[in-house]
Antibody
Framework: QVQLVESGGGVVQPGRSLRLSCAASGFIFSDHGMHWLRQAPGKGLEWVAL????????YYADSVKGRFTISRDNSKNTLYLEMNRLRAEETAVYYC??????????????WGRGTLVSVSS | DIQMTQSPSSLSASVGDRVTITCRAS??????LAWYQQKPGKLPTILIY???TLQSGVPSRFSGSGYGTDFTLTISGLQPEDFATYYC?????????FGPGTKVDIK
């Protein structure tokens, strides 16, 4: 079954860290760029980060640059997002998404169901 | 960074209506544009990519057009299942900005 399953969300205090995972199955994970996106409650979609198919190229939204790190383990078919120094305004559902090609510069043809991150004291 | 705007931010329409949503990029993005539909509590789903290419399985009443900075999503004959929020997104370069969304609801 072609799917992405996120995990690792939860309640965390401001300033603390959290690591999200996204397990891929049903397709050749190592052939595709992968992205993280988020959506705050009642708000629109926000792009967070991109990693190329082999992991050599990474890009971040300005709002998370220097605090978040995207990575992947192609041997485990898993994508990660390490989030440090979290802020209250980063409370959101975090989605991983598969890009239609290897470059990472394409539309999303598969989304995970999301994992909720709540940053609150 | 490329900024994306959408208009209108919301609209009310009736079943059978023709609906047009506009998306504008702050700089030229060729056809590196996608349209997504999101229903409340659901995942976004791809409708159109490369500005005008219909995703497999998406009804033909959805169509996209445009190039450079100005793009349009058209729904020809609105159906009850089309009431949702629609987002455009550029993917020419990071940060792959989404438009703020257009909510389509029932008149």
């Amino acid at each position: 079954q072609v799917q992405l399953v996120e995990s690792g969300g939860g309640v965390v205090q401001p300033g603390r860290s959290l690591r999200l995972s996204c397990a891929a199955s049903g397709f050749i994970f190592s052939d595709h760029g992968m992205h993280w996106l988020r959506q705050a409650p009642g708000k629109g979609l926000e792009w967070v980060a991109l990693i190329s198919y082999e992991g050599s190229s990474k890009y971040y939204a300005d709002s998370v640059k220097g605090r978040f790190t995207i990575s992947r383990d192609n041997s485990k078919n898993t994508l990660y997002l390490e989030m440090n120094r979290l802020r209250a305004e980063e409370t959101a559902v975090y989605y991983c998404a598969k890009v239609a090609d290897s470059s990472g510069y394409s539309h999303y043809d598969l989304w995970g169901r999301g994992t909720l991150v709540s940053v609150s004291s | 960074d490329i900024q994306m705007t959408q208009s209108p931010s919301s609209l009310s329409a009736s079943v059978g209506d023709r609906v047009t949503i506009t998306c504008r990029a702050s700089q030229g993005i060729s056809t590196y544009l996608a349209w997504y539909q999101q229903k409340p509590g659901k995942l976004p789903t791809i409708l159109i990519y490369a500005a005008y290419t219909l995703q497999s399985g998406v009804p033909s009443r959805f169509s996209g057009s445009g190039y450079g900075t100005d793009f349009t999503l058209t729904i020809s004959g609105l159906q009850p299942e089309d009431f949702a929020t629609y987002y455009c997104q550029e993917y020419k370069s990071a940060p792959f900005t989404f438009g703020p969304g257009t909510k389509v609801d029932i008149k």
